[in-house]
């Protein structure tokens, strides 16, 4: 029998018992056995009160996935026979699915997320915060035999763990028994695994397997490449190596043979994060631009791409739409935006963005704003000169000569300011980013 519909059942007797108790306290108003029934009474109330707020407590742990609304969609999941795989956070799924150009399937009558792949479907059970501390026993029968836990302190953290709905290591950590070392290590001789401790500091400068396993993917597999051992296999770091599907999956991925350790997950994520900033700083913007084959007005719905062009036409820039289809923020980053009218300074803020960059589309949009509507309307773009002076890199005198010396010498005009040291690499490569989002992005239209 479906739980919700047992524990309805389970309050529908409560009450028939708590309505049968009522009369028989009053029946018994002025008998010996008044105490009793009053007993009787609070015990049924107390027992009413837990019920509903497990049914509450049970409803508040689904997961609002407002922020996701974009990205997912409601359905059913009945039938599936593909390999699957769970994946912790919801957030860890829909970056998954942006990075496979997949929907989000949210099945509210089983309370999961999916993602279906090709060949393999990723899961996200809100009900199950951690799938690695669930065999209790094992976990807390290897911490007390390695002198790690006392029996009265695992006592104490099955308590709380049946108290608060966790599981036991998570019990573990939260009481102050044992550290995330202590329990992965458990964990990694409980699965008979080795075990890597992971520096975050250490400069991991081999990131040449994003070509194949993307940083989003990495995240929500739990997973770190970390090189090769002598007999050629290739090693992975993974948080959750005891899902099933997940070793299937990093085969499928890599093509080769693998050989995977155990880590901390806090330290995979700390990892994975420094190596995605190390590659955005390398990059640059407009590298990372450049990289991508989605158009930039393919990032938006077509509502979207509409609105853009009727405030391009009228001589603005719907900044937020702008920044989504250039591709330079997360789109899960960007939908946290609380107002769009403070969305330069709120990204700047954020870090998401640097001045420079904040700087170049704020001066890009005064220059849109002075075009001639005939100049819009024949999608004439301003330059890269332009924009340069309208941010004040360069004086007018300084883009008249620079146009002047590329024509006399038949040179892009960017070369000349960089061998010269009139704009930085960096600026340019800005500068260019912008104007080929908009480009891209008006150049869809026929008809403004």
């Not at 997912?72 to 593909?82: L, M, P, Q, R, V």
Request: charged share 25%; proline share 2%; net charge neutral.
């Amino acid at each position: 029998m479906n739980r919700n519909r047992l524990k309805f059942l389970y309050i529908l007797i409560g009450l028939f018992s708590l309505v049968a108790s009522v009369i028989w306290t009053y029946k018994s108003f002025k008998s010996n056995t008044a105490t009793v029934s009053y007993l009787v009474d609070a015990l049924i109330i107390i027992l009413l009160v837990v019920l509903l707020l497990n049914k509450n407590g049970k409803a508040r742990q689904a997961v609002d996935h407002s922020n996701y609304l974009e990205w997912i969609t409601d359905g059913n999941i009945e039938n599936c026979s593909k390999l699957s795989v769970g994946i912790k956070s919801l957030e860890d799924l829909v970056r998954l699915a942006i990075d496979l150009d997949k929907r989000v399937i949210h099945d509210s009558k089983l309370g999961k997320y999916f993602v279906l792949a090709e060949d393999m479907t990723y899961i996200h059970d809100p009900g199950l915060d951690h799938p690695m501390m669930d065999n209790k026993q094992q976990l807390g029968r290897i911490l007390i035999e390695r002198g790690l836990l006392q029996p009265e302190q695992l006592e104490t953290g099955l308590y709380y763990q049946k108290k608060i709905g966790c599981k036991l290591g998570e019990s573990l950590l939260a009481l102050g028994f044992i550290d995330e070392t202590i329990l992965y290590t458990t964990l990694a001789a409980q699965q008979k695994v080795a075990y890597y401790e992971l520096d975050s500091k250490k400069e991991y400068k081999d990131t040449s397997w994003t070509s194949k396993l993307s940083i989003n993917k990495a995240k929500a597999l739990q997973a770190l490449p970390l090189g090769y051992r002598s007999d050629g296999k290739l090693v992975i770091a993974c948080g959750d190596n005891s899902k099933a599907g997940v070793t299937v999956v990093l085969k499928e991925i890599f093509g080769e043979e693998i050989y995977i350790v155990n880590a901390r997950p806090t330290k995979i994520y700390e990892v994975l994060d420094k190596i995605d900033s190390t590659i955005r700083e390398y990059s640059g913007y407009a590298q990372l631009l450049k990289e991508r084959k989605t158009e930039a007005y393919e990032r938006l719905t077509e509502h979207e791409w509409e609105q853009f062009i009727t405030c391009y036409h009228a001589g603005k820039i719907d900044t937020y739409l702008f920044i989504k289809a250039s591709g330079l923020v997360d789109q899960l980053q960007l939908a946290q935006v609380p107002s769009r009218d403070i969305i330069i300074s709120w990204l700047t803020g954020k870090g998401l963005i640097n001045g420079q960059l904040a700087n170049l589309i704020k001066s890009f949009e005064r220059l849109n704003s002075k075009q001639s509507k005939t100049d819009r309307q024949s999608k004439v773009m301003p330059g890269t000169v332009d924009l340069l002076e309208e941010a004040h890199y360069i004086t007018k005198d300084e883009a008249a000569w620079a146009v002047k010396k590329a024509e006399q010498v038949g040179w892009p005009i960017n070369q000349i300011l960089m061998e010269d040291y009139m704009v930085a690499p960096d600026t340019l490569e800005y500068v260019k980013a912008i104007l080929d989002t908009v480009k891209s992005t008006i150049s869809k239209a026929k008809i403004f």
